[in-house]
């Protein structure tokens, strides 16, 4: 299975266009998680405590931890993710706070080391921005720190398209070149 984690709120989002052809190349069951319709818990004390006792207890068949057990069996992901201010919407931190559960998507080794417990291999990260510049390190390079540190997915691909709100840019042209570089080959 596929998972598709979606970030992207408007109709006609440029990023979701990209994703989608992406996934028109996964010869794979999709599963999408729209993040716009997750109710996310409010992180303050309480929930934190509790949900640290549930770690602590292994009691990971509660109803919080599902989506950190669904992003963890999934064979790979997709997260499509416009660039805002520097990063990525803030739907899509939320949802990786819920899902980085030790005892679920990675563990601590004896030296203290996450190791990987997701079973996916690959990770592809899609972005649009109507700038040029887009620091790799913002946004895309805390998702890969995460998979690769963490959840121990080794492969994980940059697509995007970046300059599309530029003065005499032709977004057009610019996302069919981006959807030819990356092609539909997963």
């Known amino acids: 299975m596929t998972l598709f984690?979606?970030?992207?709120v408007r109709s006609g989002s440029r990023?979701?266009?990209?994703?989608?052809?992406?996934?028109s190349g996964i010869q794979d069951e999709i599963t999408e998680l729209r993040l716009e319709d997750m109710a996310f818990p409010k992180?303050?004390?309480?929930?934190?405590?509790?949900?640290d006792e549930r770690i602590a207890a292994a009691q990971f068949e509660d109803a919080a931890f599902a989506p950190?057990?669904?992003?963890?069996?999934a064979d790979q992901i997709v997260i499509a993710a416009p660039y805002w201010d520097l990063s990525f919407p803030a739907a899509l931190k939320q949802y990786l706070e819920l899902i980085n559960v030790p005892g679920i998507t990675f563990r601590y080794g004896p030296d203290g080391v996450p190791m990987g417990l997701c079973r996916a291999k690959r990770l592809f990260y899609v972005t649009t921005a109507g700038g040029e510049v887009v620091?790799?390190?913002?946004?895309f390079g805390y998702v890969k720190a995460l998979a690769q540190s963490f959840w121990g997915i080794e492969e994980v691909r940059l697509v995007r398209a970046v300059g599309l709100d530029l003065e005499g840019a032709d977004p057009e042209k610019l996302l069919a070149?981006?959807?030819?570089?990356?092609?539909?080959e997963p």
């Open 68 to 73: 950190a057990r669904q992003f963890a069996v």
């Open 15 to 23: 990023t979701k266009r990209l994703a989608e052809q992406v996934l």
């Open 5 to 8: 984690i979606n970030a992207c």
């Open 43 to 51: 992180a303050d004390e309480a929930f934190l405590q509790t949900r």
């Open 177 to 184: 070149a981006a959807i030819r570089t990356y092609g539909r």
């Open 135 to 139: 620091p790799e390190t913002f946004g």
